[in-house]
């Protein structure tokens, strides 16, 4: 496979470490799958995290930021079980191991890089932010919103749904179809008068009594009412497996 780019190495880097599935390594690594996700694909940059990927698939950090030098001879045989040994044992205890490069995943075909970021001014401790109305950037179109119209992406800006989402991560979020309980959500508030924009807020949707929307908020975790009449708009966060046309 061709790699130019710093997110095609990381795809070879985790294959040959033995993790044929990208959400296995994401797992191993600790991380979000979305997050791990978009390094992968191109759609976030490696900057922040590319040093632990490098240690972590045992290649070298400089190869996969700028393709210079190549990676070690013995990537293309290290296995996770090599991992929990190295992990847990010293090098003198590691026995020698019979594994097989493993085969090549599936590759997730991305499409342009047109879904509008929007930006946005963080608010207060309560875990709301403002949409300001500006693109700052635009992310990959996936393959499971390939056709979709009315996708956009947004930051994460707080710890309050943390662990499920964590500051600084990508979301992308749709009006339609409309959620329903259990789903992650974006909910916009109307602006109170004179002001450009109404305070947004990253939730789940529990659900909707009345003139109420009842929501839950895992950091700390508590639930959270809005009254629907304030409420501008709510958008559905698209999971990732749906992103991916699973």
Known sequence: ?????????????????????????????????????????????????????????????????????????????????DRAVSTNSSPSAREPTSARIAPEADSLVVGERDIPIMGTTVGGSEGEFYLNGETVDYARRLPGIAKRKNVFGVYIESTSMSPRFEPGELVYASPSPPPKPGDDVLIELAPISGERAGPSYIKRLVRRSGNRVICQQFNPAVEVEYDARHVKAIYRIIPLAELAGF
Do not use: Q
């Open 1 to 81: 496979m061709a790699m130019n780019e710093p997110h095609e190495r990381l795809k070879w880097a985790r294959e040959k470490a033995g993790y044929a599935k990208a959400s296995d390594a994401a797992r191993a690594l600790g991380i979000e799958e979305p997050t791990y996700f978009g390094h992968e694909n191109g759609s976030r940059g490696l900057s922040r995290s590319g040093r632990r990927y490098a240690e972590f698939f045992r290649v070298s950090f400089d190869w996969l930021m700028t393709g210079r030098g190549a990676p070690p001879a013995g990537a293309d045989v290290f296995t996770p079980a």
